[in-house]
Nanobody, 123 residues
């Protein structure tokens, strides 16, 4: 199976920046699309940004111009650069990935979620 581990969350002041990372690991696999989601207390999970294997990106309107998603295929890692953070950005941020997992005698599609990393913006 493929595991996703998020990191980079923390406590920052309004207007500050954070860079989230999501590293994929496991057996032999190929990742297609990856994305970042977030869930604030009392609210449902929402899409923040996505990036395809070809590098095409899209963002939620609430983060356009402030957040940037990028991908390092050699490291099997996706990043989310968050600038000019606002209190409403406070949430647990989750990484998602889909692709193909290769076993010794067969392969299968997969979809994985990380455990999340907390982002808190004060002031």
């Amino acid at each position: 199976q493929v595991q996703l581990v998020e990191s980079g969350g923390g406590l920052v002041q309004t207007g500050g920046s954070l860079r989230l990372s999501c590293a994929a690991s496991g057996s032999i696999f190929r990742i297609n699309a990856m994305g970042w989601y977030r869930q604030a207390p009392g609210k449902q999970r929402e899409l923040v940004a996505t990036i395809t294997s070809g590098g095409s990106t899209n963002y939620a309107d609430s983060v356009k111009g402030r957040f940037t998603i990028s991908r390092d295929n050699a490291k099997n890692t996706v990043y989310l650069q968050m600038n000019r953070l606002k209190p409403e950005d406070t949430a647990v941020y989750y990484c998602n990935a889909d692709g193909r997992l290769y076993h010794s005698d067969y392969s299968e599609d997969f979809g994985s979620w990380g455990q999340g990393t907390q982002v808190t913006v004060s002031s």
